[in-house]
């Protein structure tokens, strides 16, 4: 989305380095909810919380002309998970969706 605003990507990468830094424990926590089953432990953002914001960045996206493609499966099964009753998980239960 930045391709679309006056935004150097060098000056946003150190920024996005240090957000997928800051994200590390999130790999550690998905896990743990993977070997309990328990996917609602610790849980800061609901899948309904995330769930409820994806509207918005989808039209962010399609005011900004950037395609949604690359997403929208992703929030289709964010959707279904919800749908199927996990709304106060993680994003966890998301892939017990993707086991055949």
Do not use: K, N
Request: proline share 6%; net charge negative; hydrophobic share 40%.
């Amino acid at each position: 989305m930045i391709r679309r605003e006056d935004i150097d990507p060098a000056a946003l990468a150190p920024l996005l380095a240090d957000w997928l830094g800051a994200m590390i424990p999130a790999v550690h926590q998905t896990a743990d909810h993977l070997r309990s089953g328990d996917y609602t432990t610790g849980v800061v953002s609901t899948l309904a919380m995330q769930v409820s914001g994806t509207p918005t960045f989808l039209r962010t996206a399609e005011q900004q002309g950037v395609s949604p493609e690359l997403l929208s499966p992703y929030f289709d099964l964010m959707r279904r998970r919800l749908a199927e009753g996990g709304g106060e998980e993680d994003l966890t239960g998301v892939i017990d969706l993707l086991v055949r």
